[in-house]
């Protein structure tokens, strides 16, 4: 198993790209919500922006509660691979614990193929637990749920006949599972910062992508370093196995700029989605080039991200820029700052960094 065995090229540099969780909010600023129907457009143009600009990778999540339009989170990743041509697709994440492995690989093996490969899946086992009533699922087996389906999606990705018997599904007995991509699907397992979960995807052997709201880049790299340190106790090459990172990302003129543009928007969105606001000192924090929130002027975050590089020899980091209602305007100077000024020196460095 390589890193290409992912579609991660590491003489290409850090990989920089976009998610979006598809939430569905006012703009605490004006007051305003556009339609679901509208939001959904915003999130398709938004990905044919960034392809346009050279980013590697667009990403969405499934939330199924109020303020969320992306519950449909294939269907919509299905749209925006007719209208990419380049761009990696995924989800952010696909919650494994409330859908069926062979569900899940039919639709992303269909994606895959109507884009040419560019599909992948980053399964989690869900931050908003409301899905599981919804779906029927019983919220105690979380934990059950999820590394049973992670194990089951896994062997379907390399097998077309499957044999399997779990505890929560009934058993497959050499189940054709189609259609088929015409390689593996990468799939990443979503790790929300905890080292249990990164020493479980090391005993996987499955690469992780690591959610990073916010604090110092010393606490995720405990976190990365036990990811790695699983793989190699597990018998397996952590050079081999790739790392992503996301969190909020936005730019501006000055980071006091950039901080007094993203606040309202971060603090409103997580009080409604999450039940509590972003605490404005926390939020301060993340100006500090020692903090993993990568918000701020072009030059301080381009700093920054080179920073989180050195220290997590990371392949990929994908950035939340549209989070609580953010104006499409300002989406759409972020895609301009990252393809003109971020990625260029991102790249070149990250570059020559691999290459030492």
Request: avoid cysteine.
């Amino acid at each position: 198993m390589t890193m290409s065995n992912y579609r991660i090229h590491p003489t290409n540099g850090l990989e920089f790209g976009i998610y979006t969780l598809g939430d569905h909010l006012m703009d605490p600023e004006t007051g305003t919500r556009l339609s679901a129907k509208e939001r959904l457009n915003q999130i398709i143009e938004l990905a044919k922006l960034a392809d346009e600009a050279g980013l590697d990778f667009f990403s969405v999540g499934e939330s199924h509660q109020d303020f969320f339009v992306t519950q449909a989170h294939t269907v919509v990743l299905s749209a925006i691979a007719q209208v990419t041509n380049n761009i990696k697709l995924g989800s952010s994440a696909t919650i494994l614990s409330t859908s069926d492995p062979v569900r899940v690989y039919e639709d992303f093996a269909t994606i895959d193929l109507l884009s040419d490969g560019r599909a992948e899946i980053i399964a989690g086992r869900a931050s908003r637990v409301g899905l599981f009533d919804l779906l029927g699922y019983d919220l105690h087996d979380y934990e059950g749920l999820f590394e049973e389906k992670f194990a089951l999606l896994n062997k379907i990705n390399q097998e077309a006949y499957v044999t399997w018997k779990g505890d929560y599904r009934k058993e497959l007995n050499n189940a054709h599972v189609l259609p088929r991509a015409e390689e593996p699907l990468p799939i990443w397992r979503a790790v929300g910062g905890t080292r249990s979960s990164a020493i479980k995807a090391g005993r996987m052997g499955v690469p992780m992508h690591l959610a990073m709201l916010g604090g110092p880049v010393s606490t995720f790299q405990s976190v990365i370093d036990a990811y790695r340190e699983s793989l190699n106790q597990s018998g397996f090459d952590s050079r081999h196995f790739p790392v992503g990172t996301a969190g909020f990302f936005h730019v501006a003129e000055t980071t006091q700029q950039a901080q007094k543009d993203m606040y309202p928007y971060i603090n409103e969105g997580m009080k409604r989605t999450n039940g509590q606001g972003f605490p404005k000192q926390a939020f301060a924090l993340g100006k500090d080039k020692h903090n993993v929130m990568n918000i701020g002027s072009v030059d301080e975050v381009t700093e920054k991200i080179l920073y989180q590089h050195d220290v997590f020899k990371h392949q990929r980091y994908i950035g939340q820029m549209d989070f609580g209602g953010v104006p499409f305007k300002q989406l759409m100077r972020n895609i301009e700052y990252l393809g003109e000024k971020i990625i260029p020196k991102v790249k070149k460095y990250t570059r020559i960094q691999e290459e030492l």
